[in-house]
């Protein structure tokens, strides 16, 4: 492990550079980051790690710490699920067989909802391609991109409330490990397995999934997120405040792509320095 170094607060552990779906790349958020006030920031983009070493270089350059992450797709039953990686280690085999198989599973399914919206309307793979970095983990949000660049639609927000919806025509889903899978898969690397945005549109988990994940070493839930809401919330809380779970609150930044903006909720102090203590597949990189 890295020899020891120190973080400062204020912490906002989650962030989408344009190795997913946020329009910038990993020094511009660090850059974000650091112009919002933060000291430590994670990224976490969906399904891949390869924006880590940018980010690491640019957050220490700036005299901030990167807490390396991920955000790990996976799905139960019809919903998805988010999983929050945090210091794992990123060339362990399970990680790597499984977001490779999402991250393949991600360009067919782009594709086919290319052709299938390619019938209806002026949009081809290539211009999907014009809005996704070399590399990048592919998603919906780069269709809705598209789909703006074409004048199809107005916004991200208007494509995925109509066209990209789960209940359109176009929709394909794509491959994504139960969550008990993916945090295990977290948790066995050496992470911090934490679930994002628990208590958003579609509620809660049912209670034998959520007693699966904490049992597969599910360590907490990011309880700080523009899209939580009541009742869900109230009854997480008493649920970590009864095992002494840990407990996060991120921006889910993603650029231009979403209104959400660096610092808007932020993690204590003692819970990032929980994070850190619980983690053994990598360490933070400190300026
Ligand atoms: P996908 O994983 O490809 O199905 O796409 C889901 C991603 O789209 C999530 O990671 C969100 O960041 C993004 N997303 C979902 N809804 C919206 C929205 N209304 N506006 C912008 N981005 C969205
Ligand atoms: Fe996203
Ligand atoms: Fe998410
Ligand atoms: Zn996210």
Do not use: C
Request: glycine share 10%; proline share 6%.
């Amino acid at each position: 492990m890295a020899p020891h170094g120190t973080f400062r607060g204020p912490s906002d552990l989650h962030l989408h550079s344009d190795h997913s779906d946020g329009t910038e790349p990993p020094a511009a958020v660090m850059a974000a980051a650091h112009r919002a006030g933060l000291r430590t920031a994670a990224l976490t983009d969906h399904d891949t790690t390869s924006g880590w070493a940018e980010a690491g270089e640019a957050a220490t350059s700036l005299g901030m710490t990167l807490l390396p992450g991920m955000e790990l797709s996976a799905r139960h039953e019809w919903r998805s699920v988010h999983v929050l990686g945090y210091l794992f280690d990123p060339d362990d085999a399970g990680v790597r067989a499984l977001t490779d198989r999402i991250r393949t599973s991600r360009l067919t399914r782009a594709r086919e909802m290319a052709e299938r919206i390619g019938r209806d309307l002026d949009l081809t793979w290539e211009d999907i391609e014009a809005q996704t970095a070399e590399g990048a983990t592919v998603g919906r949000p780069h269709l809705a991109d598209a789909l703006v660049a074409k004048g199809l639609v107005r916004d991200r927000g208007e494509a995925f409330a109509g066209i990209l919806h789960p209940g359109s025509d176009y929709y394909v889903a794509l491959y994504a490990p139960d969550p008990v899978t993916a945090v295990a898969t977290i948790a066995d690397a050496g992470g911090v397995p934490i679930i994002a945005h628990p208590a958003g549109r579609a509620g809660l988990l049912p209670d034998r999934v959520t007693t699966a994940m904490l049992d597969a070493g599910l360590a907490g839930f990011e309880l700080g997120h523009r899209e939580n809401a009541e009742p869900a919330l109230a009854r997480l809380r008493a649920l970590v405040a009864r095992r002494d779970l840990i407990v996060t609150g991120s921006s889910d930044y993603h650029g231009a792509g979403k209104p959400n903006q660096p610092g808007e909720f932020t993690t204590s102090d003692d819970m990032v320095a929980r994070i850190i203590a619980r983690a053994t597949g990598s360490a933070p990189v400190f300026p």
